[in-house]
C-alpha cells in the first residue's frame, strides 16, 4: 500500500490498474473475506482481463475458503455481493462472472505446513514463469543446505525497491491468513512493515484513513 501515489476510493486507483496490466502473472489468495472487499473484486476482473493474453498465468490459492463457494458465490462471497449491490449493483454481475472464471482455475489449498506450502508455491510460481518467459533471467542463489551442490540451488528473487504496509488485527502471533501473507512477502524477499491496529489504537485511525471506517 503506497500511501503517496495511490489514493483511496471507490475505484481501483490508476496506479494498480497500471500495476496488473504490466504483470506478467498473478497470486490470488482467495480467502473467507475476500469478496468482501471491492476493491479485491475490481482488482479480479482486471487480472482476468490481461489473462486473455496467452502468457499471463495465475495462481489461485484457496485459503479457507470452498472452491464451489467461489463458483457458486455461496456462504460469505454470496453475502458479500448482496452486500456490495446497495451501492454497487451495476458491478455485481461482472463480479460474479470473475469469481466463477476463477473458481474454474486449478489453484492450490492450503494444506499442511503452511512454510512448506509456502516454499512449494514459491518453486511453481519460478518454475511457470521462467517456462512462460524463458527470456527473463532469474537470479539464483544457494539456499540452506545446498552448498557444494549446484543442482539444488533454490532460486531468490532479488530484494525489492519498495516497501509494503501490513496492515493487521491479528492477536493470534502471525498465524491463519495475516501469517499466510506474511510468508509470501519473505519468501519473496519482500521488504514489509507490519502494523498491527490491534495493539496500537494510532495505526487504526491510520488505516480508518486510508480505507474509510467501514
Known amino acids: 500500500m503506497d500511501r503517496t501515489a495511490i489514493r483511496v476510493g471507490d475505484e481501483v486507483d490508476s496506479t ?31 487480472i482476468l482481463e490481461r489473462k486473455k493474453n496467452s502468457r499471463y498465468f495465475i495462481i489461485p490459492i484457496f485459503y479457507e475458503v470452498e472452491i464451489r463457494d467461489i463458483k457458486h458465490q455461496l456462504g460469505n462471497y454470496g453475502l458479500a455481493l448482496e452486500k456490495h449491490r446497495a451501492r454497487h449493483n451495476d458491478k455485481v454481475e461482472k463480479w460474479k462472472e470473475a469469481l466463477a472464471e476463477v473458481g474454474n482455475i486449478l489453484g492450490q489449498h492450503v494444506k499442511g505446513l503452511q512454510s512448506t506450502f509456502i516454499q512449494n508455491i514459491v518453486k511453481l ?67 514489509f512493515e507490519e502494523r498491527n491496529c490491534s495493539t496500537e489504537s494510532e495505526y487504526m485511525r491510520e488505516l480508518e484513513e486510508l480505507v474509510g471506517n467501514e
Do not use: H
Not at 557444494?148 to 528473487?157: C, E, K, N, Q, V
Not at 516497501?163 to 519482500?190: D, E, F, H, R
Open 125 to 191: 510460481f519460478r518454475e511457470k514463469l521462467a517456462a512462460k518467459f524463458p527470456e527473463c533471467r532469474l537470479p539464483t542463489l544457494e539456499g540452506p543446505g545446498s552448498q557444494g551442490s549446484s543442482s539444488s540451488s533454490m532460486l531468490r528473487p532479488k530484494p525489492s525497491n519498495y516497501k509494503v504496509i501490513l496492515y493487521t488485527i491479528s492477536v493470534n502471533n502471525g498465524l491463519g491468513a495475516n501469517g499466510l501473507v506474511k510468508k509470501l512477502l519473505m519468501s519473496g524477499n519482500v521488504i
Open 16 to 46: 494498480i490498474k497500471e500495476g496488473i496490466r504490466n504483470s506478467m502473472s498473478a497470486i490470488i489468495i482467495l480467502s473467507q473475506n475476500y469478496a468482501y472487499s471491492t476493491w479485491c473484486l475490481d482488482e479480479l476482473v482486471l
